[in-house]
């Protein structure tokens, strides 16, 4: 299959072979995107065909004031939160009533550990990746999909804000607040490695 | 963080900071800022180190059972060996 831009035109009309192609072109960075926002390979694997099977149907009446690649990972985002909800459904409750996240305001650093000098082969190791994905499936819902969608998926926040139809301002509260936390749970777990390597030194 | 009024201004932009596209003068004054606190940069520091680390993870691989029960649900098994 080439990787020829997508003609809208044919992918409106219902051209399989055009439609296969964007199948193609965007099914690993949406099954990403929900494996990172649910945390489970099997609700990933969910998304990832509801995504495809709901774009299919609305592709007809897709007019392309957002980009396709915006478009489908709106549906894959809003597809993703909705298996979040359902799963814990005191969660949408958080959600829906303002964000009690935003209300705390900018978390104050707690841990002030400088673990940036720790060798290379530290920080690749795949107990790292573990801890990494632990602390990213912390995060509250509205603060992983900013997240995932500007880091992970490297979408500017633009886009971001294009995807989740909130305000750019909005991405960018939610960002600082999701890569605080992100660094206050590493720098937890950096700090105990620090102590361990230089208590294997001694 | 001693200076904790302070510090707490310049944590809201710190996200921009690490991405360099804080405006020009609150740069400034985040940079002469963190010449004089010590936690502060230990903060920024840390926080890009964290923003790296995720950017650079390795891309999960999506497995072919997964992606021939995707193409199988579409009716689209016909263009599983292309591509």
């Not at chain 1, 969910?46 to 149907?57: S, Y």
């Not at chain 1, 489908?72 to 969660?91: G, S």
């Not at chain 1, 912390?138 to 995932?148: D, E, I, T």
Request: charged share 30%.
């Amino acid at each position: 299959m080439n990787d020829a831009p997508l003609s809208l035109e044919a992918l409106r009309a219902g051209d399989r072979t055009e439609f296969a192609r964007m199948v193609a072109q965007y099914s690993a960075p949406v099954y990403r995107l929900g494996l990172k926002i649910t945390a489970d390979e099997q609700d990933a694997e969910d998304v990832l065909q509801e995504t495809f099977v709901k774009a299919m149907k609305a592709l007809p009446g897709f007019e392309g004031r957002s980009s396709l690649a915006t478009w489908l990972f709106r549906i894959a985002t809003n597809e993703a939160l909705m298996v979040l909800r359902r799963k814990k459904p005191q969660v949408t409750l958080v959600e829906e009533t303002g964000d009690a996240d935003e209300e705390e305001g900018v978390p104050h650093p707690q841990q002030i550990v400088d673990w940036c000098c720790l060798p290379e082969a530290e920080m690749l190791s795949s107990e790292t990746k573990a801890e990494m994905d632990r602390a990213a499936a912390g995060l509250s819902p509205a603060l992983r999909s900013v997240f995932v969608l500007r880091d992970l998926q490297g979408l500017s926040v633009r886009e971001t804000a294009e995807v989740l139809g909130v305000a750019e301002a909005v991405v960018k509260t939610r960002l600082v607040r999701a890569r605080l936390k992100l660094r206050e749970a590493l720098s937890a777990y950096f700090g105990e490695r620090m102590q361990k390597v230089s208590a294997d030194e001694e | 963080m001693k200076n904790k009024g302070h510090c707490e201004d310049l944590l809201a932009s710190l996200s921009d900071y690490v991405d360099g596209t804080l405006d020009g003068q609150l740069c400034e004054a985040l940079e002469q800022h963190l010449q004089s606190c010590h936690n502060c940069t230990v903060v920024v520091n840390t926080l890009r180190r964290t923003v790296e680390l995720y950017q650079q993870e390795e891309l999960d691989a999506m497995p072919e059972a997964v992606h021939q029960r995707l193409l199988h649900r579409l009716h689209l098994d016909d263009f599983l060996h292309e591509g």
